[in-house]
């Protein structure tokens, strides 16, 4: 038996992890919404699979993560999100052993090869994912620059606005929203929102009065 925590708050992302790990009925699947509840459910069980996507958790940064990690060295940790920068993925993989890694468009194979790995305690890292962290990073690259609507948005995302809430006030659809924030992301070469606003507060867009972390 295997207890699996899902932290991954995009709905249908999580229900296809869950019927994936509930194939053996012995397993225990847990739900974490956030970084409190996810340390709360290790406190009751420090052998679990973490399968976390942490571009849409409350993490600050990947070192509070790390910190988390070591704090729970029982656990294991399946890294699953749409996309990664190769500056986080490289630190994941070398400077912890716990963690595996996957995109959510890997084939399935690779995705039940990486739960069955993080259950036994070892290292699972996809193609795609090393690829990327073999890319040799170079020291004068510039993020590209966002458009006046991504700029915009970036405002909203430094005032502790949701997607949804985002999508409301612009009169746009949850999926443009969306769309423009993974382009925010990976335009700053970032993960989070947390990151973002640090980024954005750094340049100078926004007036650290205003701003929400």
Known sequence: MTSYILADNQ???????ECIVRQDERNTVRRATDRGSLLALLKEAENSVVVLDYTLFDFTDESQLLVMSERFAMASWLLISDELTE??????????HAFSIVFKDSPLRDIREALRAAAQGKRYVCQRAMEQILVQPREDERPDVLTATEMEI????ARGMSTKEIATERYSSFHTIATHRKNIFRKLKVNTAHEVIKYALRAGWVDPSDFYI
Do not use: E, K, Q
């Open 87 to 96: 500056g986080f993925l490289r630190r994941m993989v070398y400077l912890s």
């Open 154 to 157: 970036v405002r909203c995302i």
């Open 11 to 17: 709905d249908l992302t999580r229900f296809a992890l």
